[in-house]
């Protein structure tokens, strides 16, 4: 009986670990292509408005697919849709990289948004079921602070890359190292029972609508729709720091990876604290300081001032303890499209705020556009007011 525990712990660890590098490999892909922007919008001749429907089309092609993910459970387990949405993304990115003109671009990256789009409901509601309760708000924080590793690190590498070998080159090889892993997801990776049963049940309107009743999951629901129209805004930061800031290529990169790098601490650390006591005062501190931070980076224009303040504001990460609350605020089995509804709402109305950022920065300057940023932070602390504590903190 202790053999079959240990095995069946082990396999989830094993599960667990390839959902988190998985994720780490898909933030390679997105994290390389900021630094690839400004190339691509010299050789397609794309404006700043162009650049937002870019990241708007691609960011709602990746979100809004995910609140229906959960109805293939009923025919694949999560393994197999996380591994088989990741060789789609590496896939159709490899093709992407071949792109002649702009709208071949688009639609290419497009498409692989709706690779990309089983990697987060999957990946939260399955390390979520396989992690001990008293430890979920680590492991879902390792799931966003090993991905941000990939994000704080991948543009120095793409910035290394791209003077030697073009952006077309860069994106194709950035992408290899996810088509390989997520092969041996699929043939070689097994996780326990709940990992790979197929569940009937895993997706309907009335179950979503009764679990849409639940107080947090309405005040987080409000909370995550305030917040994804300041999603986006990240991307356009290599462009102010070299069209506005006057940097380098290399130094823009540096001060985007330190911004990034900030992410990697975050999510561990707030998760780890959610963990051991009361979360809501974590998420509103967080946002009310993300507030702050973003209204000050208009302001700052020395290179030595501006790389703590960007590791600030990437420090300031509140998903990870939102989703804990989230996973302790509803049933199991519920786990699959609640977080399908969570991420779909975010990234399909991010997917709009990328046109209003970048219509803001094109009419009125990024100035205002950080103003803008700083508003929506501070607004998204209301609907936090009314979140609760399902569960006394360990």
């Known amino acids: 009986m202790e053999r079959r525990e240990n095995a069946r712990e082990s396999d989830s660890s094993l599960l667990v670990g390839m959902v988190i590098l998985l994720h780490y490999l898909n933030h390679m892909i997105s994290g390389g292509l900021p630094i690839l922007y400004p190339d691509i919008m010299e050789e397609f001749q794309l404006s700043y408005s162009q650049l937002g429907l870019l990241r708007s089309a ?154 849409l009743r639940n107080r947090n999951v309405i005040a987080i629901s409000l909370l995550r729709s305030v917040m994804a129209f300041r999603m986006g805004v990240r991307a356009f930061l290599p462009l102010y720091f070299i069209n506005v800031l006057g940097l380098t290529h290399e130094i823009s990169s540096i001060l985007y990876s330190i911004l990034l790098f900030g992410g990697v601490f975050g999510p561990f650390f707030w998760g780890y604290l959610s963990d051991k006591m009361n979360r809501k005062p974590l998420i509103i501190g967080i946002m009310a300081t993300s507030s702050v931070l973003y209204f000050l980076l208009q302001f700052v224009r020395d290179v030595w001032v501006l790389a703590p303040l960007l590791f600030m504001i990437g420090f300031m990460v509140q998903t990870v303890v939102v989703q804990n609350v989230l996973s302790d605020s509803v049933e199991a089995s519920q786990l699959d499209p609640i977080f399908g509804f969570y991420f779909t709402l975010g990234f399909t109305l991010a997917s709009v705020s990328s046109i209003v950022f970048g219509f803001i920065v094109e009419v009125y300057g990024f100035a205002l556009g950080f103003t803008y940023i700083s508003l929506i932070t501070a607004i998204s602390i209301l609907p936090g007011l009314f979140i609760s504590e399902p569960r006394a903190p360990l």
Not at 128 to 150: C, I, V, W
Request: aromatic share 10%; glycine share 10%; net charge positive.
């Open 58 to 211: 691609s960011t709602f092609s990746a979100g809004f697919p995910q609140m229906f993910v959960s109805f293939l459970r009923r025919w694949f387990s999560g393994r197999v849709l996380l591994g088989a949405g990741n060789l789609v993304n590496s896939v159709l990115n490899m093709l992407t990289s071949l792109s002649r003109e702009f709208y071949q671009f688009l639609a290419l990256r497009v498409l692989s948004g709706i690779g990309s789009s089983t990697q987060h409901p999957m990946g939260a509601s399955i390390i979520s079921t396989a992690s001990d309760p008293s430890k979920r708000g680590r492991m879902l924080g390792l799931n966003q602070s090993l991905p941000s590793l990939a994000f704080s690190l991948t543009p120095l590498l793409a910035a290394y890359m791209i003077t030697r070998l073009g952006w077309r080159t860069t994106l194709g090889v950035l992408s290899v190292p996810a088509f390989i892993a997520s092969i041996i997801m699929l043939v070689f990776v097994r996780g326990g029972e709940s990992a790979e049963a197929t569940s009937r049940d895993a997706f309907s309107w009335s179950g979503l609508r009764d679990a």
